[in-house]
């Protein structure tokens, strides 16, 4: 069946430092690719989507690009902040799904100043 | 325009009890989906509602049922609660095309005591 690969966590970053959030997919066909976060006592807030092969999403800082030869949609940001710690996301829509998302186990990021 | 609404916010419950949660979705939007989320299991599809049909269902005993209003808000339904059903629930609502993106609520914070 259809599923995510996170990296686990936590991943503890000083204020300003790159951050590379890597996830890896299986499913059937090429679903929509989705990363969210969680702050503290919150619920989902989307960061980013990709629809198809080749495509960029991005928002506030956060990249991410579909790879469709290595199954990938890694999550980028070249400078974090203290205000960026929370959990990530990384998800896939299941085509044919009907809105279905799969999840993976989410990744805690803490920034220090 | 207002997002996806969800009350009650957090609840305590008995063992043995029922609960029932509430979801409003974004205006104009038919699909509304439920989540459970536990440290255990991380964040697992429940079932999927779209004009009053459900389309979809995950791997979740009868306990949990739903349902969905021609308005387009949703309540599901946790029947006979077991400790384990302790989690937080997150609704999330779509335009319920392929494709489209799918925004959360806040969660109910479930506590069975």
């Known amino acids: 069946g259809d599923s995510v690969t996170q990296m686990e966590g936590p991943v503890t970053l000083s204020e300003e430092a790159f951050l590379t959030i890597n996830c890896t997919y299986t499913?059937?066909?090429?679903?929509?690719l989705f990363w969210y976060v969680q702050y503290p006592g919150e619920g989902l807030q989307l960061l980013l989507k990709?629809?198809?092969?080749?495509d960029k999403g991005s928002n506030k800082g956060f990249e991410a690009t579909y790879r469709k030869e290595t199954t990938s949609f890694h999550l980028e940001k070249g400078s974090v902040q203290v205000s960026d710690s929370a959990v990530y996301f990384c998800?896939?829509?299941?085509?044919?799904?009907?809105?279905?998302?799969?999840f993976g186990a989410g990744t805690r990021l803490a920034v220090h100043p | 325009k207002a997002g996806v609404t969800q009350t009650p916010r957090y609840l305590i419950k008995t063992r043995g009890q029922q609960v029932t949660l509430s979801c409003s979705p974004i205006?104009?939007?038919?699909?509304v989906s439920w989540y459970q989320q536990t440290p255990g299991q991380g964040l697992q599809f429940l079932f999927e509602y779209f004009s009053e049909t459900q389309r979809n269902k995950g791997n979740f005993p009868g306990r949990f049922s739903g349902r969905q209003f021609s308005n387009s808000r949703s309540e599901m339904n946790v029947s006979t609660l077991e400790l384990g059903d302790s989690a937080l629930y997150l609704c999330?609502?779509?335009?319920?095309?392929?494709?489209?993106?799918?925004?959360f609520g806040e969660g109910s914070w479930l506590t069975v005591v």
């Open positions: 499913a059937t066909g090429y679903p929509s």
């Open positions: 998800a896939l829509s299941v085509i044919g799904g009907y809105n279905k998302l799969i």
């Open positions: 990709a629809t198809k092969a080749d």
């Open positions: 205006s104009g939007h038919r699909s």
């Open positions: 999330a609502s779509s335009a319920g095309q392929p494709g489209n993106t799918i925004y």
